[in-house]
């Protein structure tokens, strides 16, 4: 590894983990699509903080990015207050439309601006390496190292901070403005925040890619845990094993590190999606599935309990009068032997006192809805488990 | 360059020609399906699918090997309609909700989509220039064959519409009852979700993928201020959409260095400002107006009511008294007494007042409401 790889994949795990930090909060807070319209409506910002500044890494052009961001929210709350659209079609409306201001300004600029706009989307990681911070004569590592390592410092400084705060205001909001915090405070305090990481990694990433460092990573730990601490440390992890993974894959292949960071976020994500454990798909599949056999064997077991008639208690019954399919039948006939609920005799039907049992408990449970009467079923039917 | 040149000249000129047709088709179609895309809460989605449909672009580039629109209208439809479908999928079976969803499928599937682009650009293949196109759009590069795909397309979605019309308005407003009639819900919600990844995908290339979602969402917006009719909404939304499509490469072509696409959203969000300002019913402008109307109304009646009751002290109830009296209550002007005399309610001699039959009926009519009203509570 030379050094110059070695500083992209600093500078692209600091990004990562900076982006993670605030949006985590973001996903919790069900305003991830306001990082979409933060990372558009910068741009605007980037343009004319480039025309007054003439650096792009100059500090004063990052609290214009930023400020546009923060614009961008007043604006989004200003329109979706007047009642005449939606929220989403508020967000819908105001970024494409910044966002265009943005590309014309460029456009009519071009031959003073050094921005590209296919660099806005992508980003050049590649490049990061070659714009260097020299103080005299020393060498002190490429600038944006040092940009996103004082955003990430000052992030974290934040998050220890404030991390009660945020807590509370983000999983109660009334009994946060009860106990005395502004949500306000902390609702723009966070959009503050994610402005500037957005205008930060802005450089390194691009403007979409940006959305993908601060959704993925905690809508991914978001499918494997409940604790937020746990859930901040699962982003950050899958922020930086992606940002990590996705250069060597760009490096093998040829092609956009940023576009490749993204991919490896999406697998990720993607396996997560599909295998974790209890939220994953194929976990809620399963239990559906399960489910769907317990209710089908609990109307059996009802309908038994309920005919003392034998000519009801029939096998051959069971299809014409619980209007079953014929593989469903026979597949709830074999649970309830299996389990000893039944016994058959001659094609004939009953209850065990097994049967007879659970069918008491199961109607307790519906008729009074408490859980002590369920309590020692719950181990063996997903049904109860709520 | 004046107006009337202009005009001959997009009658003349094969390229202008067929952007100015492009564009307004497109916005026509754009405005009819956003109509339902706004009124189903689904305004994001647009976003997110013309991101997700980069991805297909590219691989069906890699597959061919060379450009060809409608292949890659199809890769474009097909890996939108796989992100809408996991965006479900995301939302009904996990508890991350459906903005994360649509957050991830369109930073994902467009990062994807960068790494295959990328990948493409540096592959020793001449054909490859001009995909970056879709990013951004470029109306330029609109040919006649595209402008009659769009117009055929169009044609079927009106079809569809007009077809379907009682039941898409009945999903809309009201998706529970449409299950208990029996129509086939399900059906329904994927015939207009892929009508709307239709439009959306035939605006890539014209709009690009970063601005399409605004096409979409803006005209529909836009006409939703001035009705309350859906049918209406669908017409004006594609009025106002071909409008900014026309309107938007007229100023596009008659400046140097301003691309179609930005300059498209840029007019239309200029008729979604106007229509929340000056929408009469529920614009800005006039519920401000009527808002200082009813204050002023309610400012006279609590003036005439206080009127009404020195004047009632009186046997005589026009016995005039002086304006000086009202001092101690707020709610007088010179030209609020001007209004009440405008509407012969009171008299004005100098500095004196006095109230007039007719504006003693209408004070006790009023008192009479209002005890009325407290004794309703």
Redesign the interface.
Same mark, same amino acid.
């Given at each position: 590894m030379s050094s110059a790889q070695i500083e992209i994949q600093l500078i692209a795990s600091l990004v990562a983990m900076a982006c993670a930090i605030p949006g985590t909060f973001l996903?919790l807070r069900?305003?991830?699509?306001i990082?979409?319209a933060i990372s558009?409506s910068i741009l605007p910002g980037i343009v004319i903080g480039f025309f007054v500044t003439q650096d792009l890494s100059s500090p004063l052009l990052i609290i214009l990015a930023a400020a546009s961001g923060v614009l961008t929210v007043v604006l989004v709350e200003f329109?979706q207050k007047?009642g005449?659209?939606?929220e989403?079609?508020a *967000?819908?409306?105001v970024f494409?439309?910044l966002?265009?201001?943005g *590309?014309?300004l460029i456009?009519?600029n071009?031959n003073d601006v050094h921005l590209d706009?296919?660099a806005v989307?992508?980003g050049e990681l590649a490049f990061a390496p070659f714009d260097r911070l020299n103080i005299g004569e020393f060498d002190l590592g490429p600038k944006s190292l040092w940009i996103i390592g004082t955003i990430l410092l000052i992030t974290l400084g934040l998050l220890l901070a404030f991390f009660k705060e945020l807590k509370v205001s983000t999983f109660d909001a009334g009994l946060a403005s009860a106990l005395g915090l502004s949500p306000v405070v902390i609702h723009y305090g966070l959009m503050t925040v994610s402005s500037i990481t957005t205008v930060g990694a802005f450089d390194a990433v691009g403007a979409?890619?940006v959305?993908?460092l601060? *959704?993925?990573p905690?809508?991914t730990a978001?499918?494997l845990t409940n604790d937020l601490k746990k859930m901040l440390l699962l982003a950050v992890i899958f922020g930086v094993g992606s940002a990590i993974t996705g250069y060597w894959v760009?490096h093998g292949?040829?092609?956009?590190i940023?576009?490749?960071?993204?991919?490896v976020?999406?697998v990720v994500?993607l396996m997560v999606?599909l295998f974790a454990p209890n939220?994953?798909?194929l976990s809620?599949?399963y239990r559906q599935k399960q489910q769907r056999i317990e209710v089908s064997l609990l109307t059996f077991l009802l309908h038994l309990g309920n005919h003392k008639e034998k000519e009801e208690r029939h096998v051959k019954h069971l299809n014409e009068h619980i209007n079953w399919q014929k593989v469903q039948s026979k597949s709830v006939l074999e649970l309830a032997l299996k389990n000893n609920m039944i016994t058959i005799d001659n094609e004939i039907v009953s209850l065990t006192q097994k049967g007879k049992k659970f069918t008491k408990e199961a109607i307790d449970y519906i008729v009074t809805n408490k859980n002590s009467e369920i309590e020692n079923m719950k181990d063996r039917f997903f049904l109860f488990r709520g | 360059m004046d107006l009337q040149e202009y005009i001959e000249l997009v009658f003349t000129d094969y390229t202008l020609r067929t952007i100015t047709l492009g564009t307004a088709i497109l916005g026509a179609i754009c405005g009819m399906l956003g109509s339902f895309a706004?009124l189903r809460?689904?305004?994001?989605l647009?976003?997110a699918i013309s991101?997700a449909a980069l991805p297909g672009i590219a691989i069906a580039f890699l597959v061919l090997g060379t450009k060809n629109s409608a292949a890659f209208l199809l890769g474009a439809l097909v890996s939108g309609l796989i992100g809408t479908f996991w965006i479900r999928? *995301?939302t009904r079976?996990?508890?991350?909700?459906s903005?994360?969803a649509?957050?991830?499928i369109?930073?994902?599937?467009?990062?994807?989509?960068?790494?295959?682009?990328?990948?493409i650009q540096?592959q020793p293949n001449a054909n490859q220039a001009g995909l970056?196109s879709y990013?951004?759009g470029q109306a330029a590069t609109l040919l006649e064959s595209d402008v009659w795909l769009m117009i055929i397309v169009t044609g079927i979605s009106l079809v569809i519409l007009l077809l379907f019309w009682k039941e898409l308005k009945l999903l809309l407003f009201d998706p529970e009852y449409t299950k208990t009639l029996g129509f086939n819900t399900k059906f329904l919600d994927i015939l207009i979700t892929t009508f709307i990844v239709v439009a959306i995908v035939l605006g890539l290339q014209t709009v690009g993928v970063?601005?399409m979602?605004?096409m979409?969402?803006?005209p529909a917006?836009a006409a939703?201020?001035w009705t309350n009719n859906l049918a209406i909404m669908v017409i004006l939304a594609a009025i106002f959409g071909a409008s900014s499509g026309v309107l938007g490469t007229a100023i596009s072509a008659s400046h140097n260095?301003?691309?179609t696409?930005?300059?498209i959203?840029?007019v239309a969000?200029a008729f979604?400002l106007i229509s929340?300002v000056f929408s009469p019913g529920?614009g800005?402008l006039f519920r401000e107006i009527r808002f200082r109307k009813n204050r002023n109304d309610l400012q006279l009646h609590k003036t005439l009511s206080f009127m009404y009751d020195i004047a009632s002290t009186h046997e005589d109830i026009s016995h005039p008294h002086a304006i000086k009296i009202l001092n101690n209550f707020q709610g007088f002007t010179r030209k609020s007494l001007q209004k009440l005399e405008d509407k012969n309610y009171i008299k004005v001699h100098g500095n004196m007042w006095s109230m007039t039959a007719s504006g003693f009926h209408t004070a006790a009519n009023l008192y009479n409401q209002l005890v009325k009203a407290e004794e309703d509570e």
């Open positions: 996903v069900k305003m991830a699509l990082t979409d558009h329109i007047t005449l659209v939606k989403d079609t *967000i819908g409306l494409p439309v966002f265009s201001i *590309i014309l456009a009519k071009a706009v296919d989307l992508l979409i890619l959305i993908a601060m *959704i993925a905690a809508a978001y499918l760009a292949l040829d092609a956009s940023s576009g490749s960071m993204t991919t976020l999406g994500f999606y939220k994953g798909l809620v599949l | 706004v809460k689904q305004s994001l647009g976003d991101h999928g *995301i079976k996990t508890h991350l909700k903005d994360t649509l957050g991830l369109l930073s994902l599937f467009f990062g994807f989509g960068m790494l295959l682009l990328t990948y540096k970056e990013l951004f970063v601005l979602s605004a979409l969402l803006a917006a939703r201020q260095n301003l691309s696409g930005p300059v959203v840029l969000g979604v929340f529920r800005l």
